[in-house]
């Protein structure tokens, strides 16, 4: 049974950066994509990026340029680098994992981890 463990969440101000960790045990993480979602009070899960098993990586909406996404397979670790914080990526922050190379579902979710950015 896969499980994922978040960490690195925090409270920061306005510009700075956040690197959150994932440790991932229990799978092949090798083998699978990895996705960092949030998800803001009042508002739905979004998905921030993913890095495929393969090591491509795509950050989504307003988070390119500011967010990098990567994957340390030899660690089972995925990271997420947010740099220019702004308030509104105030939200909780899950990885997640699915078999890489496939359309199906999410299927390992970790408990999250807030990131709070005041102004």
């Known amino acids: 049974q896969g499980r994922l463990v978040e960490s690195g969440g925090g409270l920061v101000q306005a510009g700075d950066s956040l690197r959150l960790s994932c440790a991932a045990s229990g799978l092949t993480f090798g083998s699978y994509d990895m996705g960092w979602f949030r998800q803001a009070p009042g508002k739905e899960r979004e998905l921030v990026g993913v890095v495929t098993w393969k090591g491509v990586s795509i950050v989504y909406a307003d988070s390119k340029g500011r967010f990098t996404i990567s994957r340390d397979n030899a660690e089972n670790t995925v990271y997420l680098q947010m740099n220019s914080l702004k308030p509104e990526d105030t939200a909780v922050y899950y990885c997640?994992?699915?078999?890489?190379?496939?359309?199906?579902?999410?299927?390992?979710w970790g408990q999250g981890t807030q990131v709070t950015v005041s102004s």
């Open positions: 997640a994992a699915k078999p890489g190379g496939t359309t199906t579902r999410y299927m390992y």
